[in-house]
């Protein structure tokens, strides 16, 4: 792996360090919240040689410091998870005075969890009255963190999505980017909750060029059990699939949630690896979900917990690991050259031997809205009216 930058580098691995060994251990993530990652009931856990020197690092930093890495774990999506882990670790010791407060920041913090689950309930029943199930999407992949915002898929059309979302719950639309439309995605702005939320409308991808996928998607779609709701979700094979078509071809940056997501996921056992291969081959990703997992094995190894159990197909379909990434100024980049461009120049290839020619066309566009939003924002300091 290259060198990264700075802090940013530092607190990425500090949380490699303290998450991974952890979720690693117990097999998989929590899946009934917070409660899981409370303090031991006999004092704090005993932490190895590598936990014990970050736990030494955090207590010496300085109050800037400490509030950047707080910073810094909420960016990645692990904000309510690294503070339960770090309680586990100390036990609420007074003698640590940086970690007094882990216990109260994170009662704030699942406070607003839960009133964004319950917001997130009425949501899915204002939604059902399309006639259509909604499937809550990425958001609860995090889980007991929810991110910053609602992301949901549906089926039903776009005039009646809207109408349910304003005539239900009040909601305010929000402009739409150029690939917001080109995508059929819609963001709202709900009275008194502080996420926005966003629904996919009918398909999916950065320029909607998934249309069959969404079918896999409902198809294969469970339930799950968040607290005292029910919400349907995208099976752990189509949960890989979001990850990858977001990460990989997409965003071209990995946060650390989707290392530790799937790390519980394959440490669990609870991908098929068969059907995982079958199925995101049709939509041409395939290479891009075989090197997201080796990336994901590769950050394991480094901490010290040894590689996933990859199948052997899945580690040589990989195109490359996490030496090709660095760590930027937030995020796990993935280099756009070569790496980025070749998968998303297979990616189009092969959806264009398929002869899904409509998705092709729509992901054509992608290079012309990547140029778009870079020189806007070199204009204008923003890109967020082209994405």
Same mark, same amino acid.
């Given at each position: 792996?290259?060198?990264?930058?700075?802090?940013?580098?530092?607190?990425?691995?500090?949380?490699? !360090?303290?998450?991974?060994?952890?979720?690693?251990?117990?097999?998989?993530?929590?899946?009934?919240?917070?409660?899981?990652?409370?303090?031991?009931?006999?004092?704090?856990? /005993?932490?190895?040689?590598?936990?014990?020197?970050?736990?030494?690092?955090? /207590?010496?930093?300085?109050?800037?410091?400490?509030?950047?890495?707080?910073?810094?774990?909420?960016?990645?999506?692990?904000?309510?998870?690294?503070?339960?882990?770090?309680?586990?670790?100390?036990?609420?010791?007074?003698?640590?005075?940086?970690?007094?407060?882990?216990?109260?920041?994170?009662?704030?913090?699942?406070?607003?969890?839960?009133?964004?689950?319950?917001?997130?309930?009425?949501?899915?029943?204002?939604?059902?009255?399309?006639?259509?199930? #909604?499937?809550? !999407?990425?958001?609860?992949?995090?889980?007991?963190?929810?991110?910053?915002?609602?992301?949901?898929?549906?089926?039903?059309?776009?005039?009646?999505?809207?109408?349910?979302?304003?005539?239900?719950?009040?909601?305010?639309?929000?402009?739409?980017?150029?690939?917001?439309?080109?995508?059929?995605?819609?963001?709202?702005?709900?009275?008194?909750?502080?996420?926005?939320?966003?629904?996919?409308?009918?398909?999916?991808?950065?320029?909607?060029?998934?249309?069959? *996928?969404?079918?896999?998607?409902?198809?294969?779609?469970?339930?799950?059990?968040?607290?005292?709701?029910?919400?349907?979700?995208?099976?752990?094979?189509?949960?890989?699939? *979001?990850?990858?078509?977001?990460?990989?071809?997409?965003?071209?940056?990995?946060?650390?949630?989707?290392?530790?997501?799937?790390?519980?996921?394959?440490?669990?056992?609870?991908?098929?690896?068969?059907?995982?291969?079958?199925?995101? /081959?049709?939509?041409?990703?395939? #290479?891009?979900?075989?090197?997201?997992?080796?990336?994901?094995?590769?950050?394991?190894?480094?901490?010290?917990?040894?590689?996933?159990?990859?199948?052997?197909?899945?580690?040589?379909?990989?195109?490359?690991?996490?030496?090709?990434?660095?760590?930027?100024?937030?995020?796990?980049?993935?280099?756009?050259?070569?790496?980025?461009?070749?998968?998303?120049?297979?990616?189009?290839?092969?959806?264009?031997?398929?002869?899904?020619?409509?998705?092709?066309?729509?992901?054509?566009?992608?290079?012309?809205?990547?140029?778009?939003?870079?020189?806007?924002?070199?204009?204008?300091?923003?890109?967020?009216?082209?994405?």
């Amino acid at each position: 792996m290259k060198k990264g930058v700075g802090s940013a580098a530092e607190m990425f691995e500090m949380l490699a !360090i303290l998450h991974l060994p952890a979720i690693s251990g117990s097999g998989h993530p929590a899946e009934d919240g917070p409660a899981e990652h409370g303090p031991a009931e006999h004092g704090p856990a /005993q932490p190895g040689p590598q936990i014990a020197g970050v736990l030494a690092r955090l /207590q010496n930093m300085s109050d800037q410091e400490w509030s950047e890495f707080l910073h810094f774990a909420e960016l990645q999506r692990v904000y309510l998870r690294t503070l339960q882990l770090l309680e586990k670790y100390t036990g609420g010791d007074v003698v640590a005075p940086r970690f007094k407060d882990l216990l109260q920041l994170a009662q704030v913090e699942q406070q607003s969890v839960q009133a964004s689950l319950a917001t997130l309930d009425k949501i899915v029943r204002a939604l059902a009255t399309t006639g259509h199930t #909604p499937l809550v !999407i990425k958001s609860l992949d995090h889980w007991p963190d929810i991110g910053s915002d609602l992301d949901l898929f549906i089926s039903a059309s776009e005039r009646d999505t809207v109408h349910a979302m304003q005539s239900e719950l009040q909601a305010e639309t929000q402009p739409q980017s150029w690939g917001d439309r080109l995508a059929h995605k819609w963001n709202f702005r709900i009275p008194g909750l502080s996420r926005l939320v966003e629904i996919h409308v009918g398909c999916l991808g950065q320029t909607g060029e998934q249309d069959e *996928l969404p079918r896999q998607l409902e198809k294969t779609s469970v339930l799950r059990e968040v607290g005292p709701f029910r919400f349907r979700v995208p099976a752990p094979e189509e949960q890989v699939t *979001l990850a990858t078509l977001q990460r990989m071809y997409r965003h071209f940056y990995i946060r650390f949630t989707d290392l530790l997501n799937l790390t519980g996921l394959v440490r669990s056992g609870r991908l098929d690896f068969t059907r995982l291969q079958a199925s995101t /081959q049709q939509w041409s990703i395939w #290479p891009g979900v075989a090197t997201l997992l080796k990336i994901t094995s590769d950050y394991n190894q480094r901490v010290g917990v040894g590689p996933l159990p990859l199948p052997d197909f899945v580690v040589r379909s990989a195109r490359f690991g996490a030496d090709a990434t660095y760590v930027g100024k937030q995020f796990l980049r993935v280099p756009m050259l070569p790496q980025g461009s070749q998968l998303f120049l297979q990616q189009l290839v092969g959806t264009g031997v398929t002869r899904r020619f409509r998705s092709a066309a729509r992901l054509s566009l992608l290079p012309v809205l990547a140029v778009a939003a870079f020189v806007n924002l070199r204009i204008t300091g923003d890109d967020k009216g082209i994405w």
